[in-house]
């Protein structure tokens, strides 16, 4: 599913205009990335968690060449599914 499928999923479901779904659907995603970008774990409860977790500098290698180069610390959004979602896609 894309994000116009998402969204009109959205306003059919929600008996609401495709233009207000996708004003909803990016209020939401907005709300998630600026959370998660100050650091806080958004918890949708039967749902799932959205989380950042921090990856430590390291030495890496170019498999071309094989020369080592270091790979800067980052941070890598998560998402760990919650009870009920797991329920759903294992019946």
């Known amino acids: 599913m894309n994000r ?3 969204v009109d999923h959205i306003a059919e479901d929600a ?4 233009k207000e779904a996708d004003a909803a659907l990016k ?4 709300g ?7 650091g806080d774990d958004v918890t949708l409860v ?3 968690t959205f989380k950042i977790t921090h990856r430590a500098a ?9 020369e080592v180069l270091q790979i800067a610390a980052s941070k890598s959004p998560t998402f760990k ?11």
Request: hydrophobic residues 30%; without cysteine; glycine residues 10%.
């Open 4 to 6: 116009k499928e998402l």
């Open 15 to 18: 008996d609401i205009t495709k």
């Open 27 to 30: 209020a939401i995603l907005e």
């Open 32 to 38: 998630i990335t600026t959370t998660l970008a100050d």
């Open 46 to 48: 039967d749902f799932g």
């Open 58 to 66: 390291r030495e890496g290698r170019n498999p071309k060449t094989g």
């Open 81 to 91: 599914a919650g009870k009920k979602l797991k329920e759903v896609l294992n019946p």
